[in-house]
């Protein structure tokens, strides 16, 4: 008799959510990327709104989000997705959009449709994984790179007076009108794993009340970039990027906290 045979309903804890499909992840082991994955499908599972949610993933990390998840998905141009959205919800408007972006695209080349898109308002959830590097094309310097932090574009650290310093995204967006909720969030523990979770589900819920943008941003680790164990990149993560990124809610029900 199998293990799972002799499992009683009322003493399961978890179970796989049906919106992840069975193709192996490709993300790094140890990276936050498919946690996140599986917190965005329990939640569209959860609420019931399957059928009725549409994703939108760029390049970069993300791009393959659409072999993970079981939801109708498209893909957009590099820092794009923004406006892909924009124009998914306008045309359908009762649906549930939302884009799932990393810093290098996001914060980069799609800092324009980024900060648009937040300021109109539209009725969307932006799900905004920042790890502070470009995880997929080789690690070099991100616009969230942190002072003095090593990359392969950057080997000597970011030098601020030069280079600029990092942008804080969801501090930036929480100051324009169009968006509603603006959370940071991490993955790394099973503590913050259920307050990330809490979040896009308010996230979700926001599009559900048609109240514009919702934008939850997740300080992930990217260990193969930062050359660390995944342990280890988690403590750094911990030491240097939370002081500097604060996690927590910055923007809720229109009002800054």
Same mark, same amino acid.
């Given at each position: 008799?199998?293990?799972?045979?002799?499992?009683?309903?009322?003493?399961?804890v978890?179970?796989?959510?049906?919106?992840?499909?069975?193709?192996?992840?490709?993300y790094?082991?140890?990276?936050?990327?498919?946690?996140a994955?599986?917190?965005?499908?329990?939640?569209?599972?959860?609420m019931?709104?399957?059928?009725?949610?549409?994703?939108?993933?760029?390049?970069?990390?993300?791009?393959?989000?659409?072999?993970?998840m079981?939801?109708?998905?498209?893909?957009?141009?590099?820092?794009?997705?923004?406006?892909?959205?924009?124009?998914?919800?306008?045309?359908?408007?009762?649906?549930y959009?939302?884009?799932?972006?990393?810093? #290098?695209?996001?914060?980069a080349?799609?800092?324009a449709?980024?900060i648009?898109?937040?300021?109109? #308002?539209?009725?969307?959830?932006?799900?905004?994984v920042?790890? #502070?590097?470009?995880g997929?094309t080789?690690?070099?310097?991100?616009?969230?790179?942190?002072?003095?932090?090593?990359?392969?574009?950057?080997?000597?650290?970011?030098?601020?007076?030069?280079?600029?310093?990092?942008?804080?995204m969801?501090?930036?967006?929480?100051?324009?009108?169009?968006?509603?909720?603006?959370?940071?969030?991490?993955?790394?523990?099973?503590?913050?794993?259920?307050?990330?979770?809490?979040?896009?589900?308010?996230?979700?819920?926001?599009?559900r009340?048609?109240? #514009?943008?919702?934008?939850?941003?997740?300080?992930?680790?990217?260990?193969?970039?930062?050359k660390?164990?995944?342990?280890?990149?988690?403590?750094?993560?911990?030491?240097?990027?939370?002081?500097?990124?604060?996690?927590?809610d910055?923007?809720?029900?229109?009002?800054?906290?």
């Open positions: 008799m199998d293990v799972l045979d002799i499992i009683q309903p009322e003493n399961q978890f179970c796989k959510t049906k919106l992840m499909t069975d193709t192996t992840l490709s790094c082991p140890g990276c936050g990327h498919g946690t994955h599986n917190l965005v499908m329990e939640v569209v599972e959860e019931g709104i399957t059928s009725d949610t549409i994703g939108v993933a760029p390049v970069g990390c993300s791009v393959l989000a659409y072999d993970f079981n939801v109708d998905m498209t893909q957009a141009a590099h820092g794009r997705a923004p406006a892909v959205a924009t124009a998914i919800s306008r045309t359908w408007p009762n649906k959009v939302f884009t799932y972006q990393g810093d #290098g695209d996001l914060a080349i799609g800092t449709e980024t648009h898109t937040c300021n109109r #308002g539209e009725n969307i959830v932006i799900v905004f920042n790890n #502070g590097i470009y997929m080789g690690g070099q310097m991100a616009p969230t790179t942190l002072p003095n932090m090593k990359t392969s574009t950057s080997p000597y650290g970011r030098e601020v007076n030069s280079m600029g310093a990092p942008i804080k969801t501090e930036l967006i929480s100051n324009l009108p169009g968006v509603y909720y603006a959370t940071r969030q991490s993955v790394h523990t099973h503590k913050n794993v259920r307050k990330a979770k809490k979040a896009i589900k308010t996230a979700f819920q926001n599009t009340l048609k109240q #514009g943008v919702s934008f939850v941003e997740i300080v992930s680790n990217c260990n193969s970039g930062w660390m164990t995944p342990n280890e990149s988690n403590e750094w993560m911990e030491e240097n990027m939370f002081p500097y990124y604060p996690l927590g910055i923007k809720v029900k229109g009002k800054l906290k």
